[in-house]
């Protein structure tokens, strides 16, 4: 998720864990610097990779293995401002620091894009789609408590915010499995069996879902409003071909081109769009899009016919086109038309 979700979850997880007549701030820091700490990798670049980025984002360094690390870091460096102040020693900082830690792994567990919990005895991506990267309405109540609990030097109001955060992380998962279900119903009602299915949560809230599934070649994209305690329903949005490797326009095997797709495919699952463009194919990331509705992935890889390294990039697509703001409006009103029930 979003720093500042990290950075609010931290000083509670350290204020929640520190020893009884230590520190509290020094705890909150600690807490603070391991919850912000894996997202270091964002630093690992290589101009001759395109893909360095996606391959070592929540990698090893989000791994429980690679917890002590940051916890052990964390914690010897805030002793170092709380030294002579507090007379704090890293010992007595490693708890709150590991608790930190925690809370980013479990939080990234949350979202849709992958996290491998489990390095380096698997580098499965683990995503529980049950919040968005970014929620003001997880963030903002957590942050207040959270700062109220170091003011105060209160472990109770930072047991809130820790329960306040699962609570609405429960909530997702909840909001995930009923539209996921209404959409295995409605699918199963009219013969289709699709392949693949995923729905994920959308930017800022726990009512408009992105499904996304896989039919006779095709990738079909939809939205799926989904309030508590009431009726779900769908809006049935693009759809985009899948690419295989017999797909038209493909670089020649062995290629350094070929070689980026397999590498792209690897981080995506599986989940390829494709799309033949003049002198290029654009092998895309159908899972994620700026809006519920649409096929165009927010991340592709772009490659001519030649293969070469040169002729391979990858495309990052943030465009918002004129009237979305107004189409995600009406996707979270429910007032687009064109919505329909899922019995």
């Not at 992105?210 to 009431?230: H, K, M, Y």
């Not at 016919?305 to 990858?314: I, N, R, V, Y």
Request: glycine content about 8%; aromatic content about 12%; overall charge positive.
């Amino acid at each position: 998720m979003d720093n500042v979700t990290h950075a609010a979850l931290g000083i509670a997880a350290g204020i929640w864990a520190h020893r009884r007549g230590g520190s509290v701030s020094a705890a909150a820091v600690a807490g603070l610097l391991a919850a912000e700490a894996p997202d270091l990798d964002v630093f690992i670049r290589a101009a001759d990779d395109p893909l360095v980025a996606f391959r070592w984002h929540r990698h090893f360094t989000h791994s429980f293995a690679f917890m002590p690390v940051w916890a052990l870091l964390s914690a010897w460096l805030t002793s170092l401002f709380f030294r002579r102040s507090h007379n704090v020693g890293w010992r007595e900082l490693f708890l709150p620091a590991l608790a930190g830690v925690l809370t980013h792994l479990l939080c990234d567990g949350c979202t849709s894009y992958g996290t491998m919990l489990l390095w380096p005895f698997t580098e499965t991506r683990y995503a529980w789609d049950c919040l968005p990267i970014v929620d003001l309405v997880a963030t903002l109540p957590l942050l207040v408590l959270a700062i109220m609990a170091w003011r105060k030097h209160s472990q109770r109001i930072a047991t809130f915010a820790l329960l306040w955060f699962a609570g609405y992380a429960s909530l997702g998962l909840w909001q995930h499995a009923r539209a996921e279900h209404s959409l295995r119903v409605w699918l199963a009602q009219r013969n289709i069996a699709p392949e693949r299915l995923a729905v994920k949560p959308t930017i800022s809230n726990l009512i408009v879902w992105r499904a996304v599934w896989l039919n006779d070649g095709r990738w079909q994209v939809a939205a799926i409003r989904n309030v508590p305690f009431t009726s779900t329903r769908l809006l049935l949005g693009e759809s985009r071909a899948a690419w295989s490797a017999d797909s038209a326009g493909n670089p020649p095997a062995y290629s350094e081109g070929a070689h980026v797709i397999a590498d792209f495919s690897r981080f995506t699952g599986g989940w390829n769009s494709f799309e033949a463009q003049p002198g290029a194919i654009l092998v895309g990331d159908i899972r994620f899009a700026m809006l519920p509705t649409s096929s165009k992935p927010l991340w592709s890889v772009r490659c001519a016919p030649s293969g070469t390294l040169a002729d391979t990039t990858l495309v990052m697509d943030r465009g918002l086109q004129d009237g979305d703001w107004g189409r995600l409006g009406a996707l979270l009103s429910g007032s687009d038309p064109r919505f329909i029930d899922l019995k």
